[in-house]
């Protein structure tokens, strides 16, 4: 018995070898990236090379996060005394099928500028849905367009029958989808165009801004940079503001000012341009 058991442990062992093995060269990994790679990893959650964790890190993070007050029990807060509700607690129904349809992350919701029932949202994996009533009803718009990956949707506030989406989502995880460039539409989402090509201002955007004062001037963030429009989408111009760029404020008494931020896997930044991004 003692015998067989050596032998058995021995078979599990060798097998566990080969498989692992097998799947190294699969992924063309040895132990040496994956341990690289697990390195990496470690190094930014710490916070950049040459920093480690330290040994009561979580502890001490669980030990914070438990003496953060509640909202309520902030002195002059504005919102300790708002109360969320789920606008739509049985799901966005698909009225293709009636079926109750799960879109996934919702990366933007974006309202129309003078009617709060009149809102839309962009989904990571679902494409964008649009509420007339407040969100009691969901219409989705984008099911003809070659993706579904949404990263953010805006609308006009001059003008909002129109909209810009920005497809893909830069998220960072293993299921974010990659898109297909930007779509626009000038009839309040029923249908839409393609005016930037992957090509142009790459797969995955993550937020779009329009300049309050001249609706002409489009501005995208996405994994292949900072992009700016004139002429309403019709052409783009990359501003070197760096790549995976996340977030886009406009000051709005001041649209020639702009902060972005970037990084991604790489070292992150803020950046400010006081001449509309062309420094």
Known sequence: MKVKTILIAAFLLVFA????????????????????????????RAGGPGMKIVFDAYS????????????????????????????????MFYQVTNANYISG??????????????????????????TTDGGVNWTALTDNLPTLACGDIVVDQVNPNILYLGT????????????????????????????ATVTQVGNRCSYMAIDPTNSNIVYMGGNN???????????????????NVNCIIIIPSSPQTIYITNGG???????KTTDAGTT
């Open 17 to 44: 070898y080969q498989t692992n093995y097998c799947f190294a060269q699969e992924e063309d990994e040895s132990s040496e990236s994956i341990l690289e790679r697990e390195n990496f990893i470690l190094t930014r």
């Open 105 to 130: 992350r919702t990366n933007s919701i974006a309202f129309h500028p003078t009617n709060a029932n009149i809102f839309y949202i962009a989904a990571a994996q679902g494409g964008v849905w649009k």
């Open 168 to 195: 893909g989502e830069l998220n960072y995880s293993g299921d974010s989808q990659y898109g297909n460039g930007i779509y626009k539409s000038t009839d309040a989402g029923t249908t839409w165009n393609q005016i």
């Open 225 to 243: 940079g900072f992009f700016k429009s004139t002429n309403a989408g019709l052409n783009w111009s990359n501003m070197n503001g760096g790549t």
């Open 265 to 271: 896997s790489s070292a992150g930044q803020i950046l």
């Open 60 to 91: 001490k993070a669980v030990e914070q996060k438990s003496n953060i007050p509640e909202d309520r029990s902030i002195p002059n807060s504005k919102t300790r005394t708002t109360n969320w509700v789920s606008i739509n607690p049985v799901g």
